[in-house]
């Protein structure tokens, strides 16, 4: 019914930069909340970073001041632009979204399939 698509993943140099994108489609009315989390090698999976409807956002404390997101309400799409990557910023990064498929109806959590983030020089 619904599909995130991810883009944007790759290898980086510390200190450099990318910009994650990830996409919602199918059958949508309407999004809560998106947001991006992000999952290292032995570690559980940990929220990064999220946005409401209304532009709201919030950080964990370790990407604030160097990770932006941003959506696209008309698009439903979110961005993630990480500057100043650290080799710990080094994860699988995945995007969610929290979708209602009626005017009413109860909302669900989506997710993408992750895309991978390396920082190492």
């Known amino acids: 019914q619904v599909q995130l698509v991810e883009s944007g993943g790759g290898l980086v140099q510390p200190g450099g930069s990318l910009r994650l994108s990830c996409d919602a489609s199918?059958?949508?009315?309407?999004?809560?909340?998106m947001g991006w989390y992000r999952q290292a090698p032995g570690k559980e999976r940990e929220l990064v970073a999220v946005v409401t409807s209304d532009g709201s956002t919030n950080y964990d404390y370790s990407v604030k001041g160097r990770f932006t997101i941003s959506r696209d309400n008309a698009k439903n799409t979110v961005d993630l632009q990480m500057n100043s990557l650290k080799p710990e910023d080094t994860a699988v990064y995945y995007c969610?979204?929290?979708?209602?498929?009626?005017?009413?109806?109860?909302?669900?959590?989506?997710w993408g399939q992750g895309t991978q983030v390396t920082v190492s020089s």
């Open positions: 199918g059958r949508i009315f309407s999004i809560n909340t």
């Open positions: 969610y979204a929290d979708i209602r498929h009626y005017y009413g109806g109860s909302y669900y959590v989506y």
